[in-house]
């Protein structure tokens, strides 16, 4: 079955040190993906997404992502982060078989002052 | 452009009662997809609707139905609510149906069943 999967389910970070959050996907065929943020109190919001073309995308507030077919990942980074990025980010997917979102189980980010 | 909403925010219901959540997509958006979001399973698709009808469904007991108007607006039941049941529900918008429309969520509605 499709999955998502989320290996880091809490990290703590202080103010300007980088940020990476791993994400695996195990589906067959073509695959999309994206990373979904989840501020406190506030709605699920895009990120980035990836569809096809240059593996590297970059999204809002300084966000980026890679997608490694070969290592089945699209891990997200950002080289500096601040305060204001405390929040959940979810990893998810979409393939020509699963429409979908199947959403992985989120990373809580806490970013110290 | 307004975006997602949804009624109520929130919600405390009983065991055995029944519950209608509504959602209004953003403007032009023709497709309403359902999520439950729980501390312990996480984000969980439960269906989609496109142009009034259901194109796909999440593995969920039969007692949560939906359903889609032909403003697009839709509505999810949960009938003789157990207390599992308790969990954030979003719903998300999209243009169209299919894997390349970004979907738009909106701010979910907080069930607690007692």
């Known amino acids: 079955a499709q999955s998502v999967s989320q290996h880091n389910h809490h990290v703590i970070l202080s103010e300007a040190a980088s940020l990476e959050l791993g994400c695996n996907y195990s589906y067959g065929g073509t695959v999309n993906l994206f990373w979904y943020v989840q501020y406190p109190g506030q709605h699920l919001q895009l990120l980035l997404k990836y569809f096809s073309g240059d593996p590297l995308v970059k999204g809002i507030k300084g966000f980026e992502a890679e997608f490694i077919k070969s290592k089945f990942s699209f891990n997200l980074r950002k080289p500096s982060v601040q305060w204001s990025d405390t929040a959940e980010y979810f990893c998810a997917a979409t393939s020509g078989s699963a429409r979908q979102l199947t959403f992985g189980s989120g990373t809580q980010l806490t970013v110290l002052p | 452009k307004a975006g997602v909403t949804q009624t109520p925010r929130y919600l405390i219901k009983t065991r055995g009662q029944q519950v209608t959540l509504s959602c209004s997509p953003i403007?032009?958006?023709?497709?309403v997809s359902w999520y439950q979001q729980t501390p312990g399973q996480g984000l969980q698709f439960l269906f989609e609707y496109f142009s009034e009808t259901q194109r796909n469904k999440g593995n969920f007991p039969g007692r949560f139905s939906g359903r889609q108007f032909s403003n697009s607006r839709s509505e999810m039941n949960v009938s003789t609510l157990e207390l599992g049941d308790s969990a954030l529900y979003l719903c998300a918008s999209s243009l169209t149906s299919g894997t390349y429309n970004e979907q738009f969520f909106g701010p979910g509605t907080r069930l607690t069943v007692l």
């Open positions: 403007s032009g958006h023709r497709s």
